[in-house]
């Protein structure tokens, strides 16, 4: 008998902002997998000059509010900057992006949001770089796995980081 489960599965959202200098040229980048780890969806931007702390912080911003764009409201953000990760639970972000933080908290129905090492993100890393590459503001998504991704993330791989 099928399974009739009728909660959607979560998607997992890796993000990353990239600068080039700090501040520099900078571009966000995400990429959307399902519950199964294949790839849905990798977005990327250039943003113009910014810190990579606000870079950062519009990475999970956009990554999010595309997620609502496409009805995937159950969702894992997960990001390489334990340092941006933090504010986001206290919802002491930068004023710019509070108006677009509350928007996202009316309309997404489950939110989990880590940190992880940026040895276990760099397809997230390979999408900002791509955005850096795009003329101004110019948005790229692109379902499935672009062939920029050269390297990904893969669920029963451990990567580690050596000191």
């Known amino acids: 008998m099928a399974s009739t489960n009728s909660t959607p599965p979560t998607t997992k959202i890796n993000t990353y902002g990239a600068s080039r200098g700090n501040p520099g040229n900078a571009g966000i980048g995400a990429t959307?997998?399902?519950?199964?780890?294949d790839f849905l969806l990798v977005y990327h931007r250039h943003i113009g000059v910014s810190t990579s702390y606000c870079?950062?912080?519009?990475?999970?911003?956009?990554?999010?509010e595309v997620a609502?764009?496409?009805?995937?409201?159950?969702?894992?953000?997960?990001?390489?900057?334990?340092?941006?990760?933090?504010?986001?639970?206290?919802?002491?972000?930068?004023w710019q992006l509070s108006n677009r933080w509350k928007y996202i908290l009316h309309n997404i129905q489950k939110l989990f949001i880590t940190s992880t090492w940026r040895e276990a993100n760099f397809s997230a890393d390979q999408a900002a770089n791509q955005g850096c590459r795009l003329p101004d503001n110019l948005r790229r998504v692109e379902d499935g796995k672009p062939n920029c991704l050269t390297r990904w993330e893969h669920s029963d791989l451990h990567y580690y980081r050596f000191s």
């Open 55 to 64: 870079a950062e912080c519009l990475a999970i911003v956009e990554g999010l």
């Open 68 to 94: 609502i764009e496409k009805g995937w409201l159950d969702v894992w953000i997960e990001s390489d900057s334990e340092v941006v990760v933090k504010p986001f639970g206290t919802s002491a972000l930068p």
């Open 32 to 37: 959307y997998r399902n519950c199964n780890g």
